[in-house]
């Protein structure tokens, strides 16, 4: 018998999972809702929708069609919220370029998504002035001016405000393929150029329905219509974990900080009532080192802390200030959400209990299949002891990366998505990341490719053999540090070392977050049984140990 399909009327609606259908409801139940940005700017929902419509007019105003992708450099504000719907809407591809890459690379990845169309906020004018020249596909750039009155820039069509002022609130949207993508951004990869992954409309309506159950369970008293939302995450990455799309859906009062300011995120949050954020936990400790100057209070403020681990540590010292915390992992490949940390079952609440089980990477939220899977992908027992490495399958993992035929294929190895992170799993489900396959170090939530840094290093002189790796730093998550052997009668310095970075710094290459903590050297680097470097062992080598990074958490 072949497969049955429901009769339809004529004209039964065929509902697309767009994203635009994410507004449906909370234009309904919350059209008296606010949005606010910094201390500048506060507008409701239903004006909100107004702006999307305004922004869409005035990209396809500029040109801007179906397809096309359409830049934005921006920090966290309601641009950058109207952008994520408006963009996505017209039916043309939203990139949030990541600001913090080096400007080479940006140039590399506008050029690689072919982005015709950039919004631009004042802070980034000189790296514009600097790669603009490199960037000949792009037609038209909108600068933000941000509340202030300065000259635009020459290249600019205009100023956000404005241009959105003067533009029609009614775009004609039109329904399409829920299977059109809706965003593209890129992550660094362990070689090369960044990569980029793409999202379709469909996947990110199903990762914001799943993603708002767990936020709702994991906590006694959920996510709910009195939560007051700010991102503490970049809204060029990853979507800032889908949680826009989630608050945006559920009509929540939202508040945006724009550039990560300690002392405007702390006032926003007493002014506006903030209870509901998420960050990488270089900013929570910023966040509780700004408290502690000022006294501000951060009790009930719950926050999901992703990106990189969550030690008990910082986990203890923001509960002593009375916030509410657990732990979510993800990827940039996967949208990024896969997993979000809850108690035990049957677990009672405490401190050193919540400690070891909130920080842990979670339980896979609705839709996601975890495997922890050894040697050809034989499947290692859900104990929470064996280790294998975690793969994935969830309806919203990215299915390539953009152009990268080889790159993909092994991201998708036997039909699971290779997450690179090693991990145990639990018969409850509770996954803890152990190791990482990648040979990448992530640093205050940003990625540095070791091996390019290992290439630079290679040709100073004095140093016969370089490994760079990455090692616990208390406020940084990880920061790199070099392990040379010395060529015979030399003795490398670090300044040496850092100096070919420095000159990649300066001509906009890498990032300065690559720029080398320390020099360790050795007699000879320790080898794999296939003779790669062993940098799992030269990482436990020279890690700070656990009790000198507690302290330095607390001083
Ligand atoms: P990104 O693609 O920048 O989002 O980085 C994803 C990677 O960050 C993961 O593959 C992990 O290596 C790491 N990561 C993210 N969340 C966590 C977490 N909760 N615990 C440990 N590592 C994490």
Known sequence: MPLRFAERADEAYSFPLTIGHLLDA?????????????????FTYRELRQRIGRLASLLSDLGADEGMTIGVMDWDSHRYLEAYFAIPMMGAVLQTVNVRLSPQQIAYTLNHASAEILLVHRDFFPLIDAILPALPGVKAIVAIMDGTDGPLPAYAKGEYEALSAAASPDF?????DE??????????????NPKGVAFSHRQLVLHTLACNAPFG???QRGLGVEDVYMPLTPMFHVHAWGVPYIATMLGLKQVYPGRYEPGMILKLRAQEGVSFSHCVPTILQMLLAGADQTGADLSDWFMIIGGAALTPALYREARRKGMELVAGYGMSETAPTLSIARRRRGEEAGLEADATTLTMAGVPVPLVSARIVGEGMADRPADGEARGELVIRAPWLTQSYTGDPEASQALWRGGWLHTQDVASIDAQGHIQIRDRLKDVIKTGGEWICSLSIEELIAGVEGVAEVAVIGVPDARWGERPIAVAVARPDSAPTLEAVNAPLERAVETGRISRYALLDRLELVEAMPRTSVGKVDKKALRARFAIPAAEMAMAVKA
Request: proline share 3%.
């Open 179 to 192: 299977n059109a993508i809706a965003t593209t951004f890129y992550t660094t990869g362990t070689t090369g």
């Open 26 to 42: 909370a234009l309904t139940t919350s059209g008296d809702q606010e949005i606010v940005y910094r201390d500048q700017l506060r």
């Open 172 to 176: 004609p949207f039109r329904d399409f």
């Open 217 to 219: 369970v994991t906590r």
